[in-house]
């Protein structure tokens, strides 16, 4: 008897092992791989659903997260600053007035990025330890290949050692180099998050080169002291000899203009200045120097006074080379104070103490003027 399973050919007998015809599956044989992953799917679905949806998520907060800001901190690290010019003006004891112009460029630009103002702090670079000696706020950046910052703020003096240095290195060095740094944020257009970036950008500013150039000129030598005020006191006549000696009267001697060469960018209001006046290592007496802030160029005068012992000066002007020179005599400024006001400003004293400063005072040509004898300018050998 025939049998009736359709997968069995009738010419064969029951006991024949069933032949499996063209594209039939032997009732006990393995399903194909598909149908298995169809059904694996069918019944995890939600874990596929899970694992994908996490690494969209995972890769959109690596985005957000650490791809955008590295790129933002890129672009602002491959910025450079420039500084144009800076004044440290209304200078007082504890703070002063701080304007900076600069020119902040940018290779690259991030479309429409928004950078927010941020407090920097300002320091020497070259300076261990790099302590802020002021903070300046800046202003809310735009996205440009090139922009003007401009910043006029009152700025307390954050670390008076460090201020101090600062200005004797602008006194004496012919560059030095001054950092700024600051942490700012940053907001993407398309994103909610605002990121921070670090802002730190190093310039070198062109010095004051120990002022370097300085000269008195159009002085006025007198061989009687000229008072300051009205002073009737009696004793003045009897102080006269001692103020010849030491030139420590209170009126003064020498009159004139000195010329105070900047090479730097800086203007410096620094107020009226009292130096201590040496010739060849003998104090003569104290200068004074009015009203001094220092421009941008090499023609910045002022007006000064001086009460000098002339007792060196006259004996100097017999004495080789100076009796041979005209009577140019070579004297060296110590700063002892510096007042702007009713301020007195250390920073200032400290860095124009340490600048040794030198000068050439033409004592033969005030003499000269005063139609004094001839052996006064003669060589004694």
């Known amino acids: 008897m025939a049998s009736s399973s359709p997968f069995v050919d009738e010419r064969t007998s029951v006991c024949d092992k069933p032949i499996i015809l063209p594209n039939q599956e032997a009732v006990f044989g393995r399903r194909p791989r598909w149908t298995r992953i169809m059904d694996h799917g069918r019944t995890f679905w939600w874990a596929y659903l899970i694992g994908v949806a996490s690494n969209i998520i995972l890769i959109v907060c690596m985005v957000i997260f650490v791809g955008i800001p590295n790129t933002i901190q890129g672009l ?117 998050k605002k990121f921070c970036v670090d802002f730190t950008k190093t310039v070198t500013m062109p010095g004051l080169r120990r002022l370097d150039g300085l000269n008195i000129t159009q002085s006025t030598l007198a061989l009687e002291e000229e008072h300051d005020g009205d002073d009737d006191d009696d004793d003045d006549d009897d102080d006269d000899d001692d103020d010849d000696k030491d030139g420590g009267g209170g009126g003064s001697n020498l009159f004139g203009y000195i010329t105070v060469p900047n090479y730097s960018d ?67 400024l110590v700063a002892t104070s510096v007042e702007n006001g009713d301020q007195a400003l250390s920073y200032f004293t400290s860095a124009l103490a340490t600048a040794n400063l030198t000068t050439v005072l033409d004592v033969g040509s005030g003499l000269k003027a005063l139609e004094l004898p001839p052996s006064v300018f003669q060589c004694s050998s």
């Open 76 to 192: 602002v690290d491959q910025a450079t600053l420039t500084m144009d010019g800076f004044a440290l003006s209304d200078t007082q004891s504890d703070s002063f007035m701080l304007s900076i112009n600069a020119t902040l460029l940018s290779p690259s630009v991030a479309d429409s990025a928004q950078f927010h103002p941020f407090d920097g702090s300002v320091y020497l670079e070259d300076l261990p330890g790099h302590t802020p000696f002021a903070k300046v706020k800046f202003p809310r950046l735009r996205s440009a290949a090139v922009q003007a910052v401009n910043i006029s703020e009152f700025a307390p003096i954050e670390d008076l050692g460090a201020f101090t240095t600062f200005n004797q290195w602008l006194l004496q060095n012919d560059s030095l180099r001054v950092t700024v740094s600051g942490r700012m944020r940053v907001k993407v257009p398309g994103v909610a």
């Open 266 to 332: 800086a203007t410096l209001e620094i107020g009226n200045v009292a130096f201590d006046t040496f010739f060849d290592n003998m104090k003569l007496g104290v200068t004074q120097v009015y009203d001094m802030t220092l421009q941008p160029g090499m023609n910045n005068n002022f007006s000064m006074r001086a009460n000098l012992s002339r007792a060196p000066m006259l004996a100097a002007l017999q004495q080789r080379p100076y009796c041979e020179n005209g009577g140019k005599l070579p004297l060296r």
